[in-house]
């Protein structure tokens, strides 16, 4: 079974900061991964995804990620964080040698806080 | 473009009574999902299809029905509303190796 970790609900960074969300996964194989956010009474957003190749992904709004196959991690990465990054970040895995029923499985979400 | 339209962006209903959540997407994916969001829980699935006429059981199926009649439009059906789906549905889609597309979900409440 593939599934994601999100260890914190929250984390709160001053602007200019780096910023940094934990996702943790587990798949049988070698798997995709990907970021979205979720502003206030929005949809889910794309930010990135790794499905080979460079560890280190960029992706919208000057985010990356790094993909860790030793630790099973995918950590989400801003240098400088911006007020308007305040948002909740999903960490989502897909297994890509299950049947083809293209399934993604979800963390539950951190809420990031920029304070000004 | 629109991308993925669903409609109504809120709703109340009554225990017992049933409603269709709309979902359309104008990009042609095959691909569509339903997920329903709860405080604290991510996104869990609740059903999706790989194409017209083609539809599949995800984690969270029961007091769902589906149905994809076209491409566009997968329509969530809820037939005796209950409190425990009080909750944000999502629709999604996507095409061949891309990433899915979110519309801004539908906020039901059943009373």
């Known amino acids: 079974a593939q599934s994601v970790a999100q260890p914190e609900d929250q984390v709160n960074v001053a602007e200019g900061n780096p910023l940094t969300v934990k996702c943790t996964y587990s798949?049988?194989?070698?798997?995709?991964l990907f970021w979205y956010v979720q502003y206030p009474n929005r949809g889910l957003q794309f930010l990135l995804k790794y499905i080979t190749g460079d560890n280190l992904v960029k992706g919208s709004y000057g985010f990356e990620a790094e993909f860790n196959k030793s630790q099973t991690s995918f950590h989400l990465k801003k240098p400088s964080a911006l007020v308007s990054d305040s948002a909740l970040y999903f960490c989502a895995v897909r297994d890509p040698y299950r049947s083809n029923d293209y399934k993604l499985s979800f963390g539950a979400g951190t809420t990031v806080t920029v304070r000004a | 473009n629109a991308g993925v339209t669903q409609t109504p962006k809120f709703r109340i209903l009554k225990i017992g009574q049933s409603m269709t959540l709309q979902c359309t997407q104008d990009?042609?994916?095959?691909?569509m999902y339903w997920y329903r969001q709860d405080p604290g829980m991510g996104l869990k699935l609740i059903y999706y299809?790989?194409?017209?006429?083609?539809?599949d059981k995800g984690e969270v199926p029961n007091g769902y029905n589906v149905s994809r009649s076209t491409t566009e439009d997968f329509p969530l059906r809820l037939e005796l509303a209950a409190p425990s789906q009080t909750s944000v549905y999502f629709c999604?889609?996507?095409?061949?190796?891309?990433?899915?597309?979110f519309g801004d979900g539908t906020r039901l409440s059943i009373l």
């Open positions: 990009m042609n994916h095959n691909y």
């Open positions: 999604a889609s996507r095409g061949q190796n891309q990433p899915q597309h």
């Open positions: 299809s790989v194409g017209a006429g083609i539809t």
């Open positions: 798949v049988s194989g070698n798997p995709y």
